[in-house]
């Protein structure tokens, strides 16, 4: 289900990586991303040395799946996760998280994954809470996102 990225998903990365509300969710700078900056994105990922960067396959691309910043010391990484709209609410999700949690422990000796949340993004903090996700620290207003101040949840879990 997880697989590197090949040149027939660009087109499903960049409508993500184009979409305002994934944008905003992700916390990532709110702009139109043309095609040598996407390309520029999906390579800074594949090519991250302490990161790892998947699609999620399933009847075809529906999204991808990443960690970065993995700290060989203390064994954590920061992990984003997202999927096209039609993927959502079946189980998909879950699924990848499980394979990259293995993926990770096989390859880092992971022990821990680290995420930052919009307190507003109630759908991605009931999916993390389902699987073992704990609330770490709230910073309020933390995160500009163009045109409000929003508080950010930190959250972690323990692999096993
Ligand atoms: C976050 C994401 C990966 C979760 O995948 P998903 O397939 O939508 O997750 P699930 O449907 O398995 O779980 C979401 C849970 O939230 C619940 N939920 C849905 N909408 C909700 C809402 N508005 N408020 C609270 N809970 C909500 C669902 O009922 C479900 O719980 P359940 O399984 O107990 O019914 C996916 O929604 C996504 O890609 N979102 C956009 C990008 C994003 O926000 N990424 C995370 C950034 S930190």
Redesign the pocket.
């Known amino acids: 289900m997880l697989r590197d990225p090949v040149k027939t998903d660009f087109e499903v990365l960049a409508a993500l990586r184009n979409d305002s509300?994934?944008q905003r969710?992700?916390m990532i700078e709110s702009k139109q991303y043309n095609t040598d900056q996407i390309r520029a994105w999906i390579r800074r990922r594949t090519r991250d040395l302490k990161g790892m960067f998947f699609v999620i396959e399933s009847n075809g691309p529906c999204?991808f799946v990443q960690l970065t910043q993995i700290d060989l010391k203390t064994g954590s990484g920061d992990l984003?996760?997202?999927?096209i709209n039609s993927?959502?609410?079946?189980?998909?999700?879950?699924i990848a998280m499980r394979q990259l949690e293995k993926r990770a422990m096989e390859k880092y000796r992971c022990k821990k994954f680290t995420?930052?949340?919009?307190r507003i993004?109630?759908?991605?903090?009931?999916?993390y809470k389902?699987l073992k996700y704990k609330i770490i620290e709230i910073k309020r207003r933390h995160h500009f996102d163009g045109s409000r101040w929003r508080d950010v949840i930190f959250m972690e879990k323990r692999l096993r």
């Open positions: 509300s994934v969710q992700l999204g984003g996760i997202c999927l993927a959502r609410g079946k189980g998909i999700a879950k995420l930052r949340v919009l993004n109630h759908r991605a903090i009931s999916f389902k």
